[in-house]
T-cell receptor, first 115, second 117 residues
Framework: AQKVTQAQTEISVVEKEDVTLDCVYETRDTTYYLFWYKQPPSGELVFLIRRNSFDEQNEISGRYSWNFQKSTSSFNFTITASQVVDSAVYFCALSEAADDYKLSFGAGTTVTVRA | DAGVIQSPRHEVTEMGQEVTLRCKPISGHDYLFWYRQTMMRGLELLIYFNNNVPIDDSGMPEDRFSAKMPNASFSTLKIQPSEPRDSAVYFC???????????????FGEGSRLTVL
């Protein structure tokens, strides 16, 4: 069963628009971590954020913000005032205590920001 | 500090040939992972090691794939014989620990893009 679902395959926006990427996860663990990674066209995977299951406080880092809601098992990611450099594939991932904290990735959402 | 180093960055080979991908994890990291990325299947965990010992190889596609970690600073992923469907980007990643007390963040290499003709 898919543990992490990123329903949006592709999103295309014009520069300066906000874009929200959805992530829904599934776990029976009470202890788990959620992650977002960015994969720019150059191909490397860049860590963006980690959230643990005990901390539902939302986080903002510059133009990036994350909304963690355990009630809906979601960990959504918003890019405010998008820029062309934000064009990339974004992956949501889950690690669970019961699975030795291995990372399970979602299918990714391709974001294209047009000038 | 050097990150996770993978080689080769690109490999083109013919079906039936042996392919060896190499990885040097970040010094001090005790977990090492091999992932495969394809358009069809996304990012799949193939195998991971803890302190050089393979812990879970359930993601390895078939017997043609093998991975070793002879020491803390080196790992290989071998495909023998290679097939066109093995064409993918193979990522190596390392982590200090996966446990609650640490960040659990994986540090990825730049990947090895394999094309099997």
């Amino acid at each position: 069963a898919q543990k992490v679902t990123q329903a949006q395959t592709e999103i295309s926006v014009v520069e300066k628009e906000d874009v929200t990427l959805d992530c829904v996860y599934e776990t029976r663990d009470t202890t788990y971590y959620l992650f977002w990674y960015k994969q720019p066209p150059s191909g490397e995977l860049v860590f963006l954020i980690r959230r643990n299951s005990f901390d539902e406080q939302n986080e903002i880092s510059g133009r990036y913000s994350w909304n963690f809601q355990k009630s809906t098992s979601s960990f959504n990611f918003t890019i405010t005032a998008s820029q062309v450099v934000d064009s990339a594939v974004y992956f949501c991932a889950l690690s669970e205590a019961a699975d030795d904290y291995k990372l399970s990735f979602g299918a990714g959402t391709t974001v294209t920001v047009r000038a | 500090d050097a990150g996770v180093i993978q080689s080769p960055r690109h490999e083109v080979t013919e079906m039936g040939q042996e392919v060896t991908l190499r990885c040097k994890p970040i010094s001090g990291h005790d977990y090492l992972f091999w992932y495969r990325q394809t358009m069809m299947r996304g990012l799949e965990l193939l195998i991971y090691f803890n302190n050089n010992v393979p812990i879970d190889d359930s993601g390895m596609p078939e017997d043609r794939f093998s991975a070793k970690m002879p020491n803390a600073s080196f790992s290989t992923l071998k495909i023998q014989p290679s097939e066109p469907r093995d064409s993918a980007v193979y990522f190596c990643a390392s982590s200090f620990t996966l446990r609650v007390s640490n960040t659990g963040e994986l540090f990825f290499g730049e990947g090895s893009r394999l094309t099997v003709l």
